[in-house]
């Protein structure tokens, strides 16, 4: 007689198989594995303690409102903080449901207006500059906002949603170029140095999908559309590639990162050492950089301000 | 009007477009552009010079028919040489098609029998080792064969040959695995060193469908059955992913790999060189081993032997 298959920890039927764990699990147990799992990670890598502030970064995707969700849970000083892009409707959809989740979840929310701020949009500023890689601009503006945001509410910590599919797309293209700064950078900690914030990724090592069970699960709204201005064909390459990878061998991404982090990140942290990068504060926003005059982000808005007098 | 596509040097109809160069080839100017191509790396990587006696080794593939044949048009001393596995009806078919080119290119071939020189197969060693992976096993078998008759013909360099793809796949498997050791020796040379003969690779940058068609315009036959014990499935997945990059990045892997040899591979070596393996000639058979008494060639024959007389 075929067995039933049912929760590992009770007798409810499962919401959910986690193929490389060989797990079976119902939605609250599901949901209590994923708090716990994210828990572990935050203490092994010495991510933050319950006495720390923390800046999370949500753009109201699955990725960081399950991360809100999460810290939440665990009882963490969480500071949901909000960065609205001026992008179409876009931003306007992601604000909207990134409010109704801080809402839900009975949280502040911090929202700083790119336009209202800067006096530019991204839109603006990257036109300003004829330059057509939006995205690299965009996240360029967003680190340092970041950064800005992070001093002003006098936070210890920035988190960040990224997930493992991210990490590991990111490692891979590292890799393939063999990117030995980014190699030696990368990881789900960055600690605090030269005037930067401390910054982690406390779902490093979760799968997307999960994350899209969990925001599931846990009924909280998120936005599914992409930026539409979004593009990354590459990307979309390595994506296939990667998932490929992790159907044919489960576990395979989870141990190529860990094992990245493990073994050779330390490898490249130390051949880098040699020729550390000196940063000074920026002479106008104070904003650490390697540039010899102002801050990337300063130069950006310079050059907005005289294409707009002109 | 449509305008006809010639081969780059000349008014005859190309025989093949070689998408990452963006060159069309008549048969002939492929022929001469692939030998001055590996002309070329064997200079840049100062494999060996026409002074040196090369061994060439040959199981009767498309790569090392290619090998032979290349070198014998670039006028090198070499000295064919083939391991007579004993597997079934391949190793028969290879060493028919072997001789058949070496009659064809006026050229000597040496042989070396397995079964007749080590007393037993491939296949009665790995029985009496009870192991399964028949592949490692005979790995481990050809090198250390490779060495005794580089010694024995006292030739300079050892050259076999490994094509783009059988290197990125391996340095595709190193990095997926991060293992440091094989990525600090993986390359076109493998230097003389501890009593190892020079090693090269002199296929290295070509794709291993470029040699496919340099063997049939060279009209040279070559085995095209593989190993009947050869498995793979991990192999086959990685194989994949990489033929895709390939085929949406013209010239991905080529980079790959030049980019790895040029940023990566010094650092890793670097690094192992601080914990470098000392190696000790076997009390047997001499050859360079890091085990602790005999090598691992000598401790196989011995199990063998010793199963064989129970």
Redesign the interface.
Known sequence: MAKLIRCKFCKNFPYIFLKEYRLYLCKEHFISWIENYVYEAIKEYKMFSHKDKILVCVSGGKDSIALVSILNSLGYKIYPFFIDLGIKNFSKTSLKVVYKVCQILNLPLYIYDIKGCLSYSIKEISKALKRSEFCSICGTLKRYIMEIAARYFKVDVIATGHNLNDETENLFLN????K?TYLARQGPVLKEEKGFKKKVKPLFKLREKYLYFYVKAKNLPFVEEKCPYSKGA?RY?YR??LN??EE??PG?LL??YL??L???KP??E??LDQESQKLHPCPKCFYPTSRKDKCLVCSYLEKTQKRFKN
């Open positions: 890799v393939l170029n063999w030995i590459t390459i296939k590639v490929f990878l044919n061998m395979c141990r190529f094992e990245f493990r073994k050779a490898i490249f130390k051949a």
